[in-house]
């Protein structure tokens, strides 16, 4: 059983959030352009949320650049494979 990338779980994820339109989105394109005006601050929240729920991770508002990171799916891609890097190297050191 192939265990789905990173990447393609961000996919699904936003597809249940966002519709069947993200399955057509360039990794690099940038979400404010692809959703339009339905990408507010309260959307930006809920994308988070729905990425910290998947991947059972937690986005620090303060610390973590949000604005950068949520920009585009790469951006994503790698900001989430960092915090589940982070939570190995957390858990092999305990």
């Not at 265990?3 to 779980?9: F, Y």
């Not at 519709?19 to 339905?38: K, P």
Request: proline residues 1%; aromatic residues 10%.
């Amino acid at each position: 059983m192939n265990t789905p990338s990173i990447e393609q779980r961000i996919r699904h994820t936003l597809e249940q959030l966002l519709g069947a339109e993200v399955a057509n989105l360039d990794r690099h394109a940038s979400f404010r352009d692809f959703i339009g005006e339905r990408f507010d601050s309260l959307m930006a929240v809920e994308v988070i949320t729905a990425i910290e729920q998947c991947f059972e991770i937690e986005v620090d508002y303060l610390s973590d650049d949000v604005r950068f990171w949520f920009e585009t799916l790469d951006k994503m891609q790698r900001f989430v494979a960092q915090k589940l890097e982070d939570q190995l190297t957390l858990q092999a050191s305990v």
